[in-house]
């Protein structure tokens, strides 16, 4: 758990809100954020499908008519779908916490929202059948080996055994 730093001031955990592994954050900083902490919800969608959308838009079908741009349309739906994710998050929690929805290069957003926070809490998002490194996917790896405070990595499911291990590498002489 963690303890805050001198009396008054307010331990915050900053959660990590993603598709698939959010339930498993929320109920991790349930267990593990103390009761007066301030909990930040935070959501970051990626820029790469609206970016998509527009330039197919703007290359293919031409200019002058941003009024049918699908770029907007799926950037409008990227945002509902955030904000329904960070409503499930926060009945979970079921305790007072702040909502943030960023969007760009989702790594470096979180990063970026965790500066000043006491405690990250994110999931593994790789290949959840065996213990190890490739059960990060990239951008929770970039997280991992950058977040400027503690992190809390967990499993979004219960994790396998030691027996999934990798097997040593050769001795060399």
């Known amino acids: 758990m963690v303890d805050e730093h001198e009396e008054g001031d307010t ?10 592994t959010w339930a498993a954050c929320v109920d991790a900083a349930r267990a593990h954020a ?5 909990v930040v919800l935070l959501h970051v969608s990626g820029q790469d499908v609206p970016g998509v959308a527009h330039g197919a838009f703007a290359g293919l079908l031409g200019r002058g008519h941003r009024e049918r741009d699908p770029g907007t349309r799926v950037e409008h739906l990227a945002a509902g779908s955030a904000r329904q994710l960070l409503d499930a ?4 929690l079921g305790r007072p916490c702040t909502r943030v929805e960023r969007s760009g290069h989702t790594e470096r957003e979180v990063v970026a929202a965790a500066e000043d926070a006491d405690l990250l809490v994110l999931a593994r998002d790789g290949d959840r059948t065996r213990l190890g490194p490739r059960s990060l996917g990239p951008a929770t790896r970039f997280v991992v080996d950058h977040a400027p405070c503690p992190v809390l990595l967990v499993w979004p499911e219960p994790a396998p055994g030691a027996d999934t ?3 040593p590498p050769p001795r060399q002489r």
């Open 89 to 92: 998050a926060a009945d979970r």
């Open 165 to 167: 291990l990798p097997p």
């Open 11 to 20: 331990v915050t955990v900053v959660v990590w809100i993603a598709e698939g």
């Open 34 to 38: 103390p009761q007066d902490a301030e």
